[in-house]
């Protein structure tokens, strides 16, 4: 009997070993297909220099769809669908500008941007006082006695004990879209915001605003300063209190148009009605190419249907790559996607978005759903010569977010984040800033991990 259940044990373990041998043969093939057939960077690059500014609701935009849909057939989808939803168009106009006089009377010029959603000042701009605050406590403690009739300088910086720039940046990124309607309760006129970066440089961050009328009925404008402009402002005030500052801004909202989400997909051989996703948003902030936020989570998610076609592998649950529209300002494009998975019952077994950027790979965060983490885990020897320091409980993006609520596990990858924020919602996001290697790297994990959900699912 003793040897009847040393026998069992032997043939699992060896078993086990095999197909972990198996597992690694497959997953060298697909980083030498990744690494030297791929076409992510030469998409990328057609993406971000071919086509103009892609936010939501502009022509750039509407171009950037039809391109989607062809990568995806000529990646080898068996289909390709527009999934339409509704989106906000906002429009920047005409460059904005901000300028004070010294007190020794010399005008000062400094670069800022509008916040996306904001409404604009006059045609003849916004002069006024400007007050600094570090915090809303601040804010709040100042009161309507300090802050009515003045601009509000949110001056907040990075806290750089986080490890990592996305903690940073989730801690300060309320002030860029919350400011605006708390300081107009106590009578602001206008808000400035440091731009969420830690790179001394000149070039503003524009990013999403919120209005909430529940809080205060009242709409002011709303920038973001670079971060040198920041630096020299700050100064500024340190030797002037009454300074004041003119800034005009152009920007409108126009009434929504309506776009797509752009859905492709290999049918599955034998589980067909269960979807794995991969994908990224299509839309980027208009004053840049937007090459890593997020042109890189797009050709990333149509080269897993590129891989599985041209390594001739027979995917047995449907593989879906998705290019979401407006995730910058608005969500649309994920909450239809949400709404369509939920009013046609469809089934996915896994949700996974790049949106970090086209850097090296680092980690991958996935959440515990149907015993997800724990099974990726198991995996981590395999994905370990590929770059993947980590595994780490939590997973998510924000288009893929809504589908936790049916039961979907999601998957969030995650490259080396140290310079994200240097290029994020900048002018200065540009393909030029993409490392083709270091795409390719990324792009192949995020689809050896489909490959592998895909044959031992979870």
Known sequence: MMRFYFLIIFSSLTLSYYSQQSDSLILRKVFDYYLTQSKCYSNLEFLSTKIESRLSGSAGATKAVFWAKKAMYEAGADTVYLQPCMVPHWIRGKKETCTFITRKNKKTNLNICALGNSISTTKTGLTANIIEVKSFKELDSLGEKNIKGKIVFFNVFFDHTHLTTGACYGET????????????????????????SSISNDFPHTGV????????????????????????????????????????????????????????????????????LAG????AWDNGQGAHDDGA??????????????LNIKPQHTIRAVAFMNEENGGAGGKAYFEDTKNNNLKHIAALESDAGGFSPRGISIDTTMGAFKKVLEWKALLNPYFVQYITQGGGG????????????????????????????????????INKRELALSAGVIGGLIFLIDTKGW
Do not use: W
């Open 398 to 433: 924000a288009d893929i977010a809504p589908l936790k609520t049916l039961g979907v596990p999601l998957i969030g990858f995650q490259p080396d984040g140290q310079k994200y924020f240097d290029y994020h919602h900048t002018a200065d996001d540009t393909f030029d800033k």
């Open 173 to 196: 990124v309320t002030y860029r879209y919350s400011a605006p309607s708390k300081a107009a309760k106590y009578g602001a006129l206008g808000t400035i915001v440091r731009s969420m």
């Open 280 to 283: 990224g948003h299509l839309d």
């Open 209 to 276: 605003m919120g209005y909430d009328t529940l809080l205060c009925k009242t709409k002011i404008p709303a920038c973001a300063i670079s971060f040198t402009g920041a630096d020299i402002l700050e100064k500024e005030l340190r030797s002037n209190k009454l300074l004041k500052l003119t800034i005009t801004m152009g920007c409108e909202m126009l009434p929504k148009e309506l776009s797509y989400n752009v859905v492709g997909e290999i049918k599955g051989s034998t589980k067909p009605n269960e979807i794995i």
């Open 297 to 310: 989570g797009v050709v990333q998610g149509i080269e897993v249907l590129a891989m599985f076609k041209n």
